[in-house]
């Protein structure tokens, strides 16, 4: 069973420039969960998804970051402007529901670095 | 004050050896505790999820939590280079609506010496 994708793996950016990520959580999973990891940090929500709704995005800066998961299975972040702070992993993670399972099975994440 | 804290090393021991991992707490809510383990340039894998207090074995791992001083460990047994990697805890309340927000610690850096 093929587990999370996330492209890019990494990116380079300018500050300013915007930025989308991309995910395509495990089949099946109906939550999904984007996290930022910053270096020596562990994981941070930023949002979570119950299939296609936000049902946690309390800790998304929603003034650059945007978000969205069209038909309730792959999902897009995107930055914009980018900041020099916004340089971190970001993590994409799925479970299948809380009524069954609610383990995070994460992806490898796609490194951020803006110049 | 974090509401999780984890030394984050890092730890080198050489291989064979007990490794002892920790994290304290400061949220009583907490109920669900979990470690991961990340490689370098990987996301994190669960290794272990307990509920509540006492202890949970799997294999060469065994995770503990003592509610009571709001404490969680986790030793590794005969360690392998192959462990080496960044552990990671994790913590949750409960809650009748399920996925509560994961809260982590910084991580501990090991390295297992050959």
């Known amino acids: 069973e093929a587990g999370v994708v996330q492209s890019p793996r990494y990116k380079i950016i300018e500050k300013k420039q915007p930025v989308a990520f991309w995910c395509n959580p495990i089949?099946?999973?109906?939550?999904l969960y984007w996290y930022r990891q910053n270096l020596g940090q562990g994981p941070e929500l930023l949002i979570r998804?119950?299939?296609?709704?936000?049902?946690?995005d309390s800790q998304l800066p929603k003034d650059r970051f945007s978000a969205e998961r069209l038909k309730g299975v792959d999902s897009t972040l995107k930055i914009q402007p980018a900041e020099l702070g916004d340089s971190a992993v970001y993590l994409c993670?799925?479970?299948?529901?809380?009524?069954?399972?609610?383990?995070?099975?994460f992806g490898p994440g796609t490194r951020l670095l803006v110049l | 004050q974090k509401e999780v804290e984890q030394d984050p090393g890092p730890l080198s021991v050489p291989e064979g050896a007990i490794v002892s991992l920790n994290c304290t707490y400061s949220?009583?809510?907490?109920?669900?505790f979990m470690w991961y383990r990340q490689y370098s340039r990987k996301g994190p894998e669960l290794l272990m999820y307990?509920?509540?207090?006492g202890n949970k074995e799997d294999g060469r791992f065994t995770a503990q939590v003592d509610k009571s001083s709001k404490y969680i460990s986790l030793f590794i047994r005969d360690s392998q280079p192959s462990d080496s990697a960044t552990y990671l805890c994790?913590?949750?309340?409960?809650?009748?609506?399920?996925?509560?927000?994961?809260?982590f610690g910084t991580g501990t850096r090991l390295t297992i010496i050959p």
């Open positions: 993670a799925s479970s299948l529901d809380r009524a069954r399972d609610e383990t995070q099975y």
């Open positions: 089949s099946g999973h109906n939550t």
């Open positions: 998804y119950e299939n296609e709704e936000a049902v946690d």
């Open positions: 949220n009583s809510a907490f109920q669900y």
């Open positions: 307990t509920y509540s207090s």
């Open positions: 994790a913590m949750k309340g409960k809650s009748n609506f399920g996925n509560e927000k994961l809260t």
